[in-house]
Structure formats: C-alpha cells, structure tokens
C-alpha cells in the first residue's frame, strides 16, 4: 500500500485544515488508519485512529477538535482539523495497519508527511 498525505499549510491559530491521505495499491477498506504527527525534536505521537469499519480512538489534546474519518470509495482518509492552536504545529503522517498496532504507533505503512503550522 503507497500512502500520500496532503492538506497541510500555514493557518493561523483558531483556523481550520483538512488533512488527506489518499492509498493505492490495495483497497483501503482491508485496513485500519491513523493519522500521526511529529513536532520538531519530539518523537512522533499517535492523533487519531479509524477502524475498517469506523470505529474511532482520538488522543486527548485534540478531542472535539480534530475528526478522523475515511473513504473507502476514494481510498482515502482524512483528518479534519479546527480551532487549531500552535501546538498543533507539526509534520503529519498517515498509517495503515491493525488497531491494536497503530495506537502503539506500529503501522505497517507509512506515507510522507504534511507540514501543518499554525501561528499565534
């Protein structure tokens, strides 16, 4: 599975971006999916997960703000960001995988990050 994440820019605090992760290769829907990112010198930390069938896992710090979602017609998965704040500034990263393995952070397939930065 190729994974490639877009969506990523600059946007001021409060602001809104929508992240996607488009697949090919294999059909999206046989996987699990999350949405990592990684602020400079930090190490990459889980945001949010979405199960094959729907199912969602989002870390503390961006609940009720951030949305994970798929489409498996399109292949695709998204993460709708609002009321993003400058800790929110990091390169994001998509992942396939198992549940269990993508919120320990162990995804089987990883695509390229997206710079998202939001200023004060």
């Known amino acids: 599975v190729q994974l490639q994440a877009s969506g990523g820019g600059l946007v001021q605090a409060g602001g809104s971006l929508r992240l996607s992760c488009a697949a090919s290769?294999?059909?999206?829907?046989?996987?699990?999916m999350g949405w990592y990112r990684q602020a400079p010198g930090t190490q990459r930390k889980l945001v949010a997960v979405i199960s094959s069938g729907g199912s969602t896992n989002y870390v503390d710090s961006v609940k009720g703000r951030f949305t994970i979602s798929r489409d498996n017609a399109k292949n695709t998965l998204y993460l709708q960001m609002n009321n993003l704040q400058p800790e929110d500034t990091a390169v994001y990263y998509c992942?396939?995988?198992?549940?269990?393995?993508?919120?320990?952070?162990?995804?089987?397939?990883w695509g390229a990050g997206t710079q998202v930065t939001v200023s004060s």
């Open positions: 992942s396939a995988g198992f549940f269990a393995a993508l919120l320990g952070g162990d995804g089987t397939y």
């Open positions: 290769g294999r059909p999206l829907s046989n996987y699990d």
